[in-house]
């Protein structure tokens, strides 16, 4: 099966400028998430979508970032305006939905990597 | 809130020799689902291999194999026979299965494994 899609793979950007990803997840996944990973740490959860709806938003920023699932397939994160410490790679991953059985595992993608100058 | 530590920052071996990376986590939660990832340069997440909290019995994948241990809340990574392709970012991560919440993943800050050849 295809795999997760992700684009920009790089991105650089001025502060206080917009910048948006683009995800589109494995056929059939109806979970997707969004995490961002700053270098040298392990990714943080920023937003999970079930179908088109939000399942967990908590971590955020909503002042700036915003993400929406259209239809409940393909998937953008928006940054506007950009911060220096966005600089970030931004994963985007898919799952199936349901119980937790040995399928249901995430499958990330590579990344979008963003350098806010 | 979960939380998972992997206090070696950063591990190397020998091409052909064994090696453990270490990983904890807290919960407050009795099942629920541990993961190792592998991340190369290439940024894309891959998944190594997983174990069921409810099992006792260690996960093994080839020449990756787990040490869980439940009570300790302790959860590493045996690597066998390490080759050059192992080289890379391993990050442990934890996911609850608890009914109505939203089942994200949480990952270690990772441990930078060098194989020497």
């Known amino acids: 099966e295809a795999g997760v899609a992700q684009s920009p793979r790089y991105k650089i950007i001025e502060k206080r400028q917009s910048v948006a990803f683009w995800c589109n997840p494995i056929?059939?996944?109806?979970?997707l998430y969004w995490y961002q990973q700053i270098l040298g740490q392990g990714p943080k959860l920023l937003i999970q979508?079930?179908?088109?709806?939000?399942?967990?938003d908590s971590q955020l920023p909503k002042d700036r970032f915003s993400a929406e699932r259209l239809k409940g397939v393909d998937s953008t994160l928006k940054i506007q305006p950009a911060k220096l410490e966005d600089s970030a790679v931004y994963l985007c991953?898919?799952?199936?939905?349901?119980?937790?059985?040995?399928?249901?595992?995430?499958?990330f993608g590579a990344g979008s990597r963003l350098t806010v100058l | 809130a979960q939380t998972v530590t992997q206090s070696q920052p950063e591990m190397s071996v020998q091409e052909a020799e064994t090696v453990t990376l270490s990983c904890t986590y807290d919960?407050?939660?009795?099942?629920?689902?541990l993961f190792w990832y592998k991340q190369p340069p290439s940024r894309q997440m891959i998944l190594v291999i997983r174990?069921?909290?409810?099992?006792?019995q260690n996960a093994t994948e080839n020449r990756f194999s787990v040490n869980f241990q439940k009570a300790a809340k302790s959860f590493s990574l045996k690597i066998s026979d390490s080759q050059l392709g192992d080289a890379a970012m391993y990050f442990c991560?934890?996911?609850?299965?608890?009914?109505?919440?939203?089942?994200?993943?949480?990952f270690g800050s990772g441990t930078q494994l060098t194989v020497l050849p």
């Open positions: 991953a898919s799952s199936r939905p349901g119980q937790l059985s040995g399928a249901n595992v995430l499958t």
């Open positions: 056929s059939g996944h109806a979970t």
């Open positions: 979508f079930q179908n088109n709806g939000v399942v967990d």
């Open positions: 919960t407050s939660e009795s099942d629920y689902y």
């Open positions: 174990q069921e909290a409810y099992k006792q």
């Open positions: 991560a934890y996911r609850t299965i608890s009914s109505g919440s939203a089942r994200q993943l949480t």
